[in-house]
Structure formats: structure tokens, C-alpha cells
């Protein structure tokens, strides 16, 4: 299958029931500022790029909220519950990116697709949503064309400093994209 638009992207997303349930249980939540993002999206985008007949596991489903009043950990871990709750079997994780900075060790975040925003790679910074209507939504900060293009490189603000490059390179190297995914390209910086 050709994947040549965010509209394609959402289209893939909105036929996978099982993406679908996820982002369902996700919004239930009923968090400010929510987006279930990363690997949930990229993934997704390459396994279908690369004509694969069964889903990629993934490691986690990250959901991420931004929620200055409480950014106290342990609300984290009772969504990551519910979530649990609601659908068994998911490897959730539930992060309030109001305080995400703290455990980066950078200023503050403003958003979450600010934060969003500053993963480490292009290909990973992408979210998705239901909005009010329960339209599906992407957020792409860096836009879609290096994940269509399969090719894994960092964020500018990752490219900003060497201790950000550097965690980059470690992430690449652990992430080892390549061996699920052969025709995507790494940018090694």
C-alpha cells in the first residue's frame, strides 16, 4: 500500500479496529491535552510500508497528557489502571508531560504536542486522537515525511546539543530499527 498523506495515515488508523479500541479507551480518560503517540503511530505506518501481514508488538502504548495542576506520578500509574481495566493485555504507559521536563532535564514544556515535539526522532513524534466529534486527528510536529520516507533521523531540538545527540545514538542503536524494518534508512549524525 502508498501512504502519501496524513489523510492516508488516519485512514489506516481509523481501519484498525484494534488501534481503534486502544485510542477509544484512551479518550475515556477524558485527559487534558491527550494523544496516544510514537511508536503506536510509526509503527503502524511501516508495517504497512513494508507489506507486513501481522502487527509489529510494541513495547509500550504510550498516552500522553499535559496537565499542569497534578503532576504527581502516582496519578499516572491509576490511569495506566484504568487503562489496564478497560483493556487487558496492553502494555500502557501513562505520562503527564507537565512534568516530563523535570526527568529530561530541560525548561518546561507548554503542550503536549510541544513535547511531543522534542522526541528524540522525527518518526516518533507523531500523535493520535479523537477529538470532540470523535474525528481522528495526527499531530506531526516535524510532519510525515521522514516516517513515508522511512528514514530515522533526530529532532532539531535533539540536533541542538550534543548530550541530546547522544541519547539519540544510544536510542538508535537499542531501538534497532533495521532488523524489524529493512527498508528504512538511519541517520547516525
Partial sequence: MIIHSKHDILQLISEDEWMMDIIRAAKRLELPDWWV?????RTKVWDVLHGFDERTPLADVDVVYFDKSNTDEAVEKEYEQKLHLMLP??????????RMHKINGIPPYVSSTDAISKFPETVTSLGVKLD????LILTAPHGIKDVLDMRVKPTPYFCESQDRLAVYKRRITEKNF??????????PM
Fill in 37 to 41: 503517540c510514537a511508536g503506536f503511530v
Fill in 178 to 187: 533495521s532488523a524489524k524494518w529493512g527498508k528504512i534508512s538511519v541517520d
Fill in 89 to 98: 493485555g496492553i502494555p500502557w504507559s501513562v505520562k503527564n508531560q507537565a
Fill in 132 to 135: 470532540d466529534q470523535d474525528r
